[in-house]
């Protein structure tokens, strides 16, 4: 059995006209425990909402239809105080930007000390205590000075590391990673990362890591989903979605990826269009309207997900004709 198990999920949200627009369209991926799973796509393709759904954060107003399935538990039609006992319990989330996600009244020793005291019944000393190993074992620098400090005292990294820590207080058996290294600069995103990892590998846990990142998703994650529009429209290891990428938009993204060496004045490749705003989804496949592989066929109907490889498959009708493109470049081998 599957640690985590989405199949067919559906998010509906409402639109400022009273109406309802499908966000996410029939997503279906399993996430083993102690694997690790990425997720990438543009902005606007459903990929924080989709972790959002797993925790049970959606906006006021949003239908949910579909599964999820965390150890066999159904999440969806869960009351929300049995869902709440899950949260930072079982599963647990690191957001994308680390001062949105900590409050700025209390100190850190406070806010990790939450989940402590609610999930595991400690008392404030204890979870005091428990709160510093925390800190501690992210690499917070002088973390027992800092206990009593406030968000606003410590920089982006550090305040990354924080949230990493509330996330792992109570050793979470699945945990979401969004974006967790954007708004850090490139020598602290690789030790945040290179953190996270660590603590997956000695905790465990198992990972859905959401990022834009092509090159770091590769050195990073074992499985990979490509989202586009709210549907997965490829899955595989990282080897084979990056080597032998079935889908178009997959190919798009990893022509546009910009690459060291190129001469001066060259263009970058680009995917012409934009991801469709919420409400005006075209018929058929998503991302027919910006395919250059695209036929009549494609807008005719939604396409099925068809199998390309063992563990691999891609949303698309002309898989065979993908795949008999030579592919832009290896992202593997990109540094």
């Known amino acids: 059995?599957?640690?985590?198990?989405?199949?067919?999920?559906?998010?509906?949200?409402?639109?400022?006209?009273?109406?309802?627009?499908?966000?996410?369209?029939?997503?279906?991926?399993?996430l083993e425990a102690g694997a690790t799973l990425g997720l990438i796509g543009e902005s606007g393709c459903g990929k924080s909402l989709t972790a959002l759904a797993i925790m049970g954060l959606l906006p006021d107003g949003s239908r949910l239809a579909g599964s999820i399935r965390l150890d066999g538990r159904e999440l969806i039609g869960l009351p929300e105080r049995e869902h709440a006992a899950l949260r930072g319990r079982r599963m647990a989330m690191v957001f994308q930007e680390p001062m949105s996600a900590l409050n700025p009244?209390?100190?850190?020793?406070?806010?990790i000390g939450e989940p402590l005291r609610l999930h595991q019944g400690l008392s404030a000393s204890a979870a005091r205590a428990e709160s510093l190993r925390l800190l501690e074992r992210v690499q917070l620098?002088?973390?027992?000075?800092?206990?009593?400090?406030?968000?606003h005292q410590l920089s982006g990294g550090q305040r990354q590391r924080v949230v990493i820590a509330i996330a792992l207080a109570c050793r979470p058996a699945l945990l979401l990673a969004d974006e967790p290294t954007t708004a850090l600069d490139a020598t602290v995103q690789r030790e945040v990362l290179d953190l996270l990892l660590q603590l997956v590998r000695e905790d465990g846990m198992a990972l859905?890591?959401?990022?834009?990142d092509l090159a770091m998703m590769a050195q990073t994650v074992q499985q990979l989903a490509v989202m586009y529009a709210g549907q997965i429209v490829e899955h595989g290891t990282s080897?084979?979605?990056?080597?032998?990428?079935?889908?178009?938009?997959?190919?798009?993204?990893?022509?546009?990826?910009?690459?060291?060496?190129?001469?001066?004045?060259?263009?970058l490749a680009t995917i012409p269009g934009r991801v469709p705003p919420l409400g005006a989804m075209p018929p058929g496949c998503g991302f027919a309207p910006r395919?250059?592989?695209?036929?009549a066929a494609c807008s005719a109907a939604v396409p099925q997900v068809h199998p390309v490889g063992p563990g691999h498959a891609a949303r698309c009708i002309r898989t065979d004709v993908?795949?008999?493109?030579?592919?832009t470049r290896d992202v593997l081998n990109a540094r």
């Open 208 to 212: 859905l890591l959401i990022s834009h």
């Open 141 to 151: 620098p002088q973390a027992s000075a800092r206990l009593d400090a406030y968000p």
């Open 291 to 295: 395919c250059t592989y695209a036929v």
């Open 239 to 267: 080897a084979d979605v990056l080597q032998t990428p079935a889908h178009p938009y997959t190919r798009g993204l990893i022509a546009a990826r910009p690459r060291l060496g190129l001469a001066r004045g060259t263009r």
């Open 105 to 111: 009244l209390h100190t850190l020793a406070s806010q």
């Open 1 to 30: 059995m599957s640690l985590l198990a989405l199949a067919d999920l559906r998010v509906a949200l409402p639109l400022p006209d009273g109406g309802m627009a499908d966000a996410l369209r029939g997503v279906s991926l399993t």
């Open 322 to 327: 993908v795949q008999a493109t030579p592919p």
